[in-house]
């Protein structure tokens, strides 16, 4: 049984309301959103893209219950939940992959919601997530300081697994991620020299 909250209403039939009652709904609606953000219920959230998150700005501004910092903070992530950390932190420690690729979209670049979408995002098979970079860099040092650290953050995981056949499967997804690396062809090539010197990297090569 689905326990998420819901859309918002379009329009005012969409709920027999009047327009005063329509933005009452959303604004109330938008507020449950929050709260549910705020506490971690993941579960009670389900998926959220990018016009969902958009829609709860909306009606929590509209509803003047933010300032314009705070309302940032929401667009990006970085508000802070009832455990005294971000809510990007907890999606990335809970790993829930449709809202780390949301906030991508929304051009948060924190590296490691790359690294939890590459590595447990079933949607990403035939195209990596590392191809939307390039909406969020202007240039090639732009592009490699990115790789560098979504790169970073990929060893540290490797070199922290101790399990032989854990890191196997790591090293695969990693592989299948790269063979589908896209850029500019102004860039040159990019090679991954160019970006660091990886453990996990050494091992690629021993990779089917």
Request: net charge negative; aromatic share 14%.
């Amino acid at each position: 049984m689905s326990l998420d909250l819901g859309g918002f209403a379009q329009y005012p039939s969409d709920i027999e309301a009047t327009e005063e009652e329509f933005y009452a709904f959303n604004f109330c609606l938008a507020e449950e959103y929050f709260s549910s953000m705020y506490a971690e219920d993941f579960e009670l959230i389900g998926e959220m893209d990018t016009s969902l998150i958009r829609n709860i700005i909306h009606y929590l501004n509209y509803g003047g219950t933010f300032n314009d910092e705070e309302i940032k903070k929401i667009e990006t992530g970085l508000f802070l939940t009832y455990k005294n950390r971000t809510f990007v932190d907890a999606i990335v420690e809970n790993k829930i992959t449709s809202l780390a690729d949301t906030y991508i979209s929304l051009g948060n670049n924190d590296p490691r919601l790359y690294v939890i979408v590459m590595l447990y995002d079933e949607y990403y098979t035939g195209v990596t997530i590392l191809n939307n970079i390039n909406y969020h860099v202007k240039n090639k040092d732009e592009y490699v300081l990115m790789l560098c650290k979504i790169f970073n953050e990929i060893d540290k995981l490797y070199n922290n697994i101790k399990d032989k056949e854990e890191k196997i499967i790591l090293l695969k997804k990693i592989k299948n991620n790269l063979k589908l690396i896209r850029y500019p062809q102004e860039y040159g090539k990019v090679k991954i020299s160019d970006i660091g010197n990886y453990n996990f990297f050494k091992e690629l090569k021993y990779i089917i």
